[in-house]
């Protein structure tokens, strides 16, 4: 699994639109760029997955450049209710999943 | 069909005893897998199903961790003379079949917290 960075925190006021970037340099080619939003004592929720140029759902948007060495999850218009951790995941699930981690993931903070 | 379902919630152990927590996936979804979460960190991988074949086992799980599938519908993971290190949430997920096997489209249940005392 291709290492990722991303910030460890965030802050943003309601109805302000949210791009939270991720860092995987290595990745590889058959990699998927996969985002999750976790509340606190829930699980995580798939929120949107992409490999490369642009991907939109009815929750958020995903931009991958040209190189893929980077993603930004895109959040329009957060709310209050939009407070999480955000985790990227990059790899391809090729029968090693064991490599499949989701690291510390940024927390977002949303205030009015 | 209301998602992942995760069976105790929560779980209040002492030390040595075993504990088994059951998993539903949603239904016709052939592939699931177990993590732990401690504070502050992310899921961490423990094993993953496709069907009833266990598939893949991470270093993190000991011996006195086993999973199983029977008939590829609900799962047990089983921890066998718990120890305090093994408190955690323990969470559940599954993926619909047709997906590209290099998707990490999981959908996760609500998890089970462990306490070991």
């Known amino acids: 699994l291709a290492k990722t960075t991303q910030p460890i925190s965030m802050d943003s006021y309601e109805g302000q639109e949210v791009n939270i970037t991720c860092s995987h340099n290595?990745?590889?080619?058959?990699?998927?760029i996969t985002w999750y939003q976790q509340f606190p004592s829930q699980g995580p929720r798939f929120i949107i997955q992409?490999?490369?140029t642009k991907v939109t759902n009815e929750v958020a948007s995903l931009f991958i450049p040209a190189d893929r060495k980077s993603s930004t999850l895109s959040l329009p218009r957060v709310s209050l209710s939009d407070t999480a951790v955000y985790y990227c995941?990059?790899?391809?699930?090729?029968?090693?999943?064991?490599?499949?981690?989701f690291g510390t993931g940024t927390r977002l903070q949303v205030t009015l | 069909d209301t998602g992942v379902s995760q069976n105790p919630r929560h779980k209040i152990t002492k030390r040595g005893q075993n504990v088994t927590f059951r998993c539903d996936p949603i239904?016709?979804?052939?592939?699931l897998y177990w993590y732990r979460q401690t504070l502050g960190q992310g899921p961490e991988f423990l094993t993953y199903?496709?069907?009833?074949?266990?598939?893949?086992k991470s270093r993190l799980l000991s011996d006195r961790f086993s999973a199983e599938r029977p008939k590829g519908s609900f799962s047990t993971l089983e921890i066998q003379r718990t120890e305090q290190g093994d408190s955690a949430m323990y969470l559940c997920?599954?993926?619909?079949?047709?997906?590209?096997?290099?998707?990490?489209?999981?959908?996760f249940g609500p998890g089970t917290r462990l306490t070991v005392t």
């Open positions: 997920a599954s993926s619909p079949p047709g997906l590209a096997l290099s998707s990490y489209e999981q959908y």
């Open positions: 290595n990745i590889a080619t058959n990699d998927y």
């Open positions: 992409g490999y490369k």
């Open positions: 995941l990059v790899g391809s699930f090729t029968g090693t999943a064991s490599k499949l981690t």
């Open positions: 239904s016709e979804h052939n592939r």
């Open positions: 199903f496709q069907n009833e074949a266990q598939l893949e």
